[in-house]
């Protein structure tokens, strides 16, 4: 096993002693985290969204912060404020939760456009701008976002170039009867994640991130990648296709999940398990699709079957 392998196992497995039997998509966030990207959980309340983040930080001692987001909320409540203080004559910066290196955006289509806006310069820039003066945000960084899917026609949904800067789009769904069963037996006395100890350290997160970057991309592996990127442009039923920052985080995404199965080249594989994560959220459907009942993981379903595979003998041979 390589030592990033190892590091994955080591948090993953952590994570699952809170999070039960919901291994995948632990996997798909620790693959978001190696990216440097950021994460938007759509699901019902209750399946372990807050739990799930609060578990990765704990397993990373990482610090976390929670925004809960109302249609009220202003955007230095989520960046901070400069205060003026009287005895040193002199403004002070009181920082704001998004300077935390995990923060859970929870609800986030409930607040303003105004509000969502002020998380856009930190989620791609790694900054915030508070009074003329920017503040760098800690390392690792990473937005987990929840939102309601029954209430995504909510107050203020998610503009596209907000959706368009999440790495990835995943769903917990509800456990398993014996899963469930499972959950109630580990919270008889406590909540597991009370005693949840860390695995790993926010520097050990970062040599992993470096690592990540060093894994082999085939040229045959680029060009799948980008033809169904652009496939997703030239469907009928969609409106709006995704764009290359699509391609990108199919890319990077690749590189994370053959990192974390001890592989140092990505396979065809690993892109056609991403491109539900990766471009999901990045697709607007036509009416004639609505009207069809159509689903973003139909159509990517369809486009998966049309852009060829590339064979063994072109990913391995580069």
Request: glycine residues 6%.
């Amino acid at each position: 096993m390589t030592d990033l392998q190892i590091f994955a196992e080591k948090v993953i497995d952590n994570v699952e002693k809170v999070i039960i039997g919901k291994r995948d998509a632990i996997e798909l966030t620790l693959i978001n985290l190696l990216c440097q990207g950021h994460l938007l959980i759509e699901d019902v309340p209750g399946v372990g969204k807050t739990i799930l983040a609060r578990s990765l930080a704990g397993s990373l001692s990482c610090t976390m912060s929670r925004i809960q987001f109302t249609p009220d909320m202003l955007p230095s409540d989520v960046t901070g404020v400069s205060i003026y203080n009287q005895a040193s004559r002199e403004f002070e910066f009181r920082p704001g939760p998004i300077l935390s290196q995990i923060v859970l955006a929870d609800e986030i289509n409930r607040a303003t456009p105004k509000t969502q806006a002020a998380l856009l310069e930190a989620m791609q820039e790694q900054q915030v701008t508070v009074d003329g003066i920017t503040h760098q945000l800690p390392k690792p960084f990473m937005v987990l976002a929840t939102q309601n899917p029954i209430e995504y026609e909510g107050t203020f949904p998610l503009p596209e170039a907000q959706l368009d800067r999440f790495l990835l789009r995943i769903r917990l769904g509800y456990p398993s009867h014996a899963d469930e069963i499972r959950v109630l037996e580990s919270q008889t006395i406590q909540h597991p994640v009370e005693t949840l100890k860390p695995v790993a350290t926010a520097k050990d997160v970062l040599k992993a991130q470096a690592d990540v970057k060093q894994v082999y991309v085939a040229d045959a592996i680029k060009k799948y990648i980008v033809d169904l990127t652009r496939q997703t442009r030239e469907q009928g039923d969609v409106y709006l296709g995704a764009s290359p920052r699509g391609s990108l985080a199919l890319f990077h995404a690749g590189q994370a999940r053959a990192a974390i199965q001890g592989r140092d080249f990505v396979l065809p594989d690993d892109v056609k398990a991403l491109v539900p994560a990766c471009l999901g959220h990045r697709l607007i459907l036509g009416p004639a699709a609505r009207l069809q009942d159509l689903s973003a993981e139909t159509v990517l379903g369809e486009v998966m079957d049309k852009v060829p595979v590339p064979g063994a003998d072109l990913v391995y041979s580069q």
